[in-house]
């Protein structure tokens, strides 16, 4: 922690929760004790960010393509996501942490949809760290959603085609409101981003490790934030120019 510059955090960390799986396998499990021991690594992560001062983060909790996993890990992190939910939301709001969720929600049982309302419901007013869970979310899915607003808008004569512009794009992405990513952290050693926040992790800096989210605790975050404040951010200028700003 000493050795952060305190001046220099992201704004924004967004994280692909990547290994619980292959952790799981590793101690002879089944891929939901994965899951479970992935949760705590959750309120681990999520305390540090909040302990060092970050102001939003984002978790990639669940993909539309994980739809596609067999039935019984489906059901069985459904039911996950609804009993951490109940469990964790009165520490969250405690600790004045506002808890958003970004995604296709309309696929989620309706067990897990009242248990999302409820949660934001309780931390809507929260000022202090913004937490992002994308669920039921597809990078893909949210830029075909934001065609159709703004299509929808255009026909109904709201915008002029000529208007539409980055900014407009993204007041229609499911992230409104909330600042780009600067950093994206990925677990477990795939170097991909896997379909996930397409549009805002255009200029993020980028940090793969081969820690199983399992595994991933405060130090962890504290040597990728080190590794962001090492990096040279020129969004497409010279170092030069950076160097005189």
């Not at 992230?175 to 677990?187: N, Q, S, V």
Request: with cysteine.
């Amino acid at each position: 922690m000493e050795t952060l510059d305190m001046k220099r955090l992201p704004k924004h960390i967004a994280i692909i929760m990547d290994g619980n799986g292959r952790w799981a396998k590793d101690q002879g499990q089944d891929r939901l004790f994965g899951h479970y021991h992935g949760v705590i690594s959750v309120r681990r992560v999520v305390e540090a960010a909040a302990e060092i001062g970050i102001q939003y983060l984002t978790l990639y909790a669940f993909s539309t393509e994980n739809w596609d996993r067999p039935a019984e890990e489906v059901t069985g992190l459904m039911t996950l996501f609804v009993d951490t939910i109940a469990k964790e939301v009165p520490d969250l709001h405690q600790n004045n942490i506002k808890l958003v969720f970004i995604g296709n929600l309309g696929m989620l049982p309706e067990e897990a949809r009242a248990a999302l309302k409820n949660a934001t419901d309780q931390t809507a007013q929260n000022t202090g760290l913004t937490l992002i869970i994308a669920l039921s979310y597809s990078g893909r899915w949210e830029l075909v959603e934001a065609a159709k607003k703004i299509a929808e808008k255009a026909l109904m004569g709201a915008i002029e085609v000529e208007a539409i512009d980055e900014s407009i794009f993204a007041e229609n992405l499911a992230t409104k409101g909330f600042p780009d990513p600067e950093l994206m952290i990925r677990t477990s050693g795939e170097c991909r981003i896997s379909n996930f926040l397409l549009y805002q992790l255009a200029y993020a800096e980028l940090y793969f490790t081969e820690t199983r989210w399992p595994e991933f605790r405060k130090e962890n975050l504290v040597a990728a934030l080190l590794e962001y404040q090492s990096r040279e951010r020129r969004f497409g200028k010279t170092s030069a120019q950076i160097q005189q700003i």
